[in-house]
DNA sequence: AAGCTTTGCTCAAACGATTGCGCAAAAATA
DNA sequence: TATTTTTGCGCAATCGTTTGAGCAAAGCTT
């Protein structure tokens, strides 16, 4: 049997209506005393004529596309790559389906994404949500389940799974200033993105008070403004830092490779940590010393609030709390400082 | 205003008519010679009250959904994560949304991937095969266009854009050769997979009837297989090999690790080689010497043949000629051997 | 045997859009 | 003025499901 079966060649084959094919189909059988004769008969003729339900009649119908979407600011980034491949993975061991839109970094392509999921009734939305402020989101929160990941908003009423990206930021510096360092150099990423803010002011207030030399430099999470930086401060062989704060693992490459290119040999030199996860940061020589954020339980932490609102609007059940939570990253030792 | 507006509430402000609401929204005024006060009093009120198309619905009555299924067997994989980016860009930027899915490198998952696609309308799928044979694929392309990409099958009729392994491994090997090496050690991935099985026959060719000792071990494109065939072949100190040709970066990271644990140095000790891109293997100390593949000029071909079957389908055109297409990789010098 | 329950199913209206066909009024032509 | 043509729009079916309501036949009760 070919393709094009629908709920009504099965109907007209098995002599049912299409009702009792329907509640057969989706196993309110029993719920409708639908005959047993007719459960197998159907069923079988199901099988027969290789069945698939259309599932976009069924979502119209039914407002329940068992989609959700997923928007990140950068696909190609290894970090969210790898977030987004978890959360995938999590959502189809619940039988449901990843839409992916990346926004890019540009508010504007958010917020076309999210109108697009709100058109294609996804389910609920997880967003790593580029935008400085809230309304947008919280707007679409209302229709729609939202939970954010990695970054949120100061005051905002929507859910959020995120690291505690200032204490991650004080835990990199305080470990610094405890191996005796005096004089670091902190790259940070976009400026006005809230993790940066956060790590920022926690590399900060790690540092005051401290008898310690100390500047911020940079404007991008990637490998060049890594670069860029250190060839800018280390220049004419200049040592004016003896330690750096990379604030992704992108950059933290950008500066090795400037390091390479000026002869300054890390650890010897210069002691140098970084943020984000990146197994391959144990590959480097030396091994590079990092502040890990816990991916895994973060993600499944915001695809069980997600459902959590999913399910309780379904039942009609009051909303659970809003699940605001920021997760502790932790410190992984290993010998670039 | 608020979320649930559709045709007909614009209908009934306007005084019009859902038909002539659909044709403006959907441009095909002109067509329809609709008044140009129709047409701006309808425009305004839509504008007024926020209207978004319920693409469901749309997708349900017009048979075209504006999603592209992408199938890859693990997400988490770099290399994947990758290739899906600059794919989901591509069709982006084509007004097209994308339904991502994650076979796992499981027959069974990719199965029930392409039966999703089905059922949610995709216009057509980019895949990543898993399976040994082409049924199941071929199958589906006869309803919705299909384009492979990276892996395809030997004989099959399907579309696909791949990287040509064999030339890749010979023009890897062929390096080797000529840099002095005698004895080599090709560390393959999942055997059964068309890449492999390509890469260890230009391998093999590559050496065949050379004065050159080989041998060929692993089973899995993984940072374990990696490590741990090194540490088989090179426990006790022995130094059996002068160099490894990996068949992934990932094998290639185990490789290293092994290597570093059994303080082997690369390059002075051993020469080695990998495929894959992987920008991270700049930042290696060695930096890697590498078969990379065009990721970007395979994907956005990989696009291109999409649309072309998508169109001449829509149109009733005929089909373009069936585009099987390997494209050479390149050879990255570096210093790793 | 009359009434009440249960069983097992069908009818038809949604869901929100698109679209072939038709048709009245206005304009153009004869 | 009568006919034809053009303009501008509406009717209602359709896509493939789900689902509330209803109903005949069979079984049970008294």
Same mark, same amino acid.
């Given at each position: 049997m070919e393709g094009k079966s629908n709920i009504f060649t099965i109907a007209s084959r098995t002599g049912y209506s299409v009702s009792t094919v329907s509640r057969v189909l989706t196993g309110q059988a029993a719920k409708f005393r639908i005959s047993k004769k007719a459960i197998d008969l159907i069923s079988e003729t199901a099988r027969q004529v290789n069945y698939q339900p259309d599932l976009?009649?069924? $979502?119209?119908r039914t407002k329940q596309s068992h989609t959700i979407g997923l928007l990140v600011p950068g696909i190609d980034n290894p970090f969210f790559a790898t977030l987004s491949g978890i959360i995938i993975n999590l959502l189809a061991a619940r =039988?449901?389906? $990843?839409?992916?839109?990346?926004s890019r970094e540009s508010e504007q392509e958010e917020e076309q994404a999210l109108q697009m999921f709100k058109g294609r009734k996804v389910d609920g939305i997880i967003a790593v949500p580029v935008a400085t402020k809230a309304d947008n989101l919280e707007q679409i929160g209302r229709d729609i389940p939202v939970v954010l990941i990695d970054r949120h908003f100061k005051k905002t009423t929507l859910p959020y799974v995120? $690291?505690?990206?200032?204490? =991650?930021?004080?835990?990199a510096t305080d470990y610094l200033l405890d191996r005796g360092y005096k004089s670091i150099l902190a790259i940070q990423g976009v400026p006005t993105s809230m993790p940066n803010q956060e790590r920022l002011r926690g590399f900060t207030?790690?540092?005051k008070g401290k008898p310690v030399h100390y500047a911020v430099a940079g404007n991008a999470f990637s490998v060049e403004n890594g670069h860029d930086e250190i060839m800018k401060c280390f220049s004419d062989g200049a040592r004016p830092f003896d330690a750096v704060f990379a604030f992704s693992a992108t950059i933290l490459l950008g500066a090795i490779d400037a390091f390479r290119e000026l002869n300054i040999e890390v650890k010897r030199d210069v002691g140098i940590i970084s943020y984000d996860n990146? =197994?391959?940061l144990d590959f480097l020589d030396p091994a590079v010393t990092r502040i890990e954020q816990p991916l895994r339980e973060a993600s499944s932490m915001a695809v069980e609030t997600l459902f959590g609102i999913i399910d309780s609007r379904r039942e009609g059940l009051p909303e659970p709390a809003v699940c605001q939570r920021l997760i502790p990253p932790t410190l992984v030792v290993r010998s670039s400082c």
């Open positions: 976009v009649a069924q $979502t119209l =039988g449901y389906h $990843t839409l992916l839109a990346d995120c $690291t505690d990206n200032y204490l =991650g930021a004080r835990m207030d790690a540092i990146n =197994g391959f």
